[in-house]
């Protein structure tokens, strides 16, 4: 791999806990796709100094865009909405840095959607399609139950069937009338003596300040196992008491917040960002803002003097089952479509915001936005994390 990229990964992973490390580098080996996802860096370092990139209006961005960071989530309201659920690498950033790495996704995701090539093509030109149609209109909307269609509305109807006592039954196992969570080496590690003590006395300090402090007592401590990009990072699962043992007890998700990815290129881009206390309180504020409904419980804390983000825990298979599109390319169409007007209804929500260009000007950009030129681009740089990844394999980190 080349010498700059290979250390480029390992300077991205310092400090990472080995263990989980070594689950993200065999991870990164499996397809381009699964690489896009943990190398979300490599992506910016390599981002064309091209006028889509560089010349369009600035917008409040989710960093890491791909088809697999879309999902349901729980707002505060206690209804399910269908979104962008992660936010560790928000920042404010040209508005087509979001839309290319989605577009780069779809493309790079091919195996992983059951689509070829030109299926995967089509699908991200449906994408577009549907994020600048959505940008011209100009309203920000949302997708819950009652709005949604194929495969989006299947997984957020399946959800409203969920009962809490099935999904703690597959996170937890009962022990003498109480639940414990289960420790499998797939969702969850062990935490130490010295960890519990901390997310604990955390916990404790972190109940007083709300409204049902008996709510977040602590039953039991995991380490958390999740997602690609953020695995190493300090990530706690914790089982606290909620409206009672031991069916209506609830999952809290408790993770360490680092720099964003897109920091280095919008430095050299020259685009100056907020000043935040804390990079817990920069995703937060950026997923509150871009978000219809806030996530529940979601909160910028600080544990054991790490800055971290804390909200319920939102399990993985909460995504709608993309490659599940049964040979129909409409439905992968339809569904890609979606999350192209989800995308464009984040960037208009967050407009105007602390430096974010304004609705208005977002509006006009995609009036005369070239789609051709960003397909283009796209295609290079599928082509580049197709190779990056290909070195990667054959690198002493993989």
């Known amino acids: 791999m080349h010498m700059e990229n290979l250390e480029a990964i390992r300077r991205n992973n310092l400090g990472r806990d080995p263990e989980r490390l070594a689950m993200k580098y065999a991870k990164m080996r499996q397809s381009p796709f699964v690489f896009l996802r943990g190398a979300c860096h490599l992506f910016y370092d390599n981002l064309p100094d091209a006028p889509v990139f560089r010349n369009a209006p600035v917008s409040w961005c989710c960093g890491d865009m791909h088809f697999e960071n879309f999902g349901s989530y729980k707002g505060d309201n206690r209804l399910v909405y269908f979104d962008v659920n992660d936010f560790d690498e928000a920042a404010l950033a040209p508005v087509t840095w979001d839309i290319a790495r989605l577009l780069v996704s779809i493309l790079c995701g091919a195996d992983a959607l059951n689509a070829t090539e030109e299926e995967a093509m089509e699908a991200a030109r449906s994408c577009l399609d549907a994020y600048r149609g959505a940008l011209c209109n100009g309203k920000p909307m949302w997708v819950e139950r009652d709005t949604s269609n194929g495969l989006v509305k299947d997984l957020l109807g399946e959800l409203k069937e969920r009962q809490r006592v099935d999904f703690l039954d597959r996170r937890t196992r009962k022990s003498g009338g109480m639940r414990m969570l289960r420790v499998d080496g797939v969702k969850a590690l062990p935490a130490s003596v010295e960890q519990k003590g901390a997310v604990v006395e955390f916990m404790e300090q972190f109940a007083q300040t709300q409204p049902s402090p008996e709510f977040y007592r602590v039953i039991d401590i995991a380490r958390r196992i999740a997602g690609t990009g953020s695995l190493g990072v300090d990530r706690y699962v914790v089982l606290v008491e909620g409206k009672g043992s031991p069916d209506s007890n609830y999952l809290i998700d408790i993770k360490e917040a680092k ?51 804390l909200k319920a825990l939102q399990p993985s298979e909460d995504r709608v089952a993309i490659g599940e599109w049964g040979r129909k390319l409409e439905r992968l169409k339809a569904v890609v479509s979606t999350m192209g007007r989800v995308l464009a209804w984040d960037h208009l929500r967050s407009s105007g915001r602390s430096g974010a260009s304004c609705a208005d000007e977002l509006i006009e950009f995609a009036a005369s936005f070239r789609e051709e030129e960003m397909l283009d681009a796209a295609q290079s740089m599928t082509r580049t994390t197709k190779d990056q990844w290909r070195e990667f394999v054959a690198s002493p980190l993989a």
């Open 259 to 309: 720099p964003s990815a897109l920091y280095p290129r919008l430095s050299e881009f020259g685009l100056k960002q907020p000043q935040w206390e804390t990079e817990a309180q920069r995703v937060v504020c950026v997923q509150k803002r871009m978000q219809a409904v806030d996530h529940a419980f979601l909160h910028a804390v600080k544990l054991d003097g790490k800055s971290c983000i």
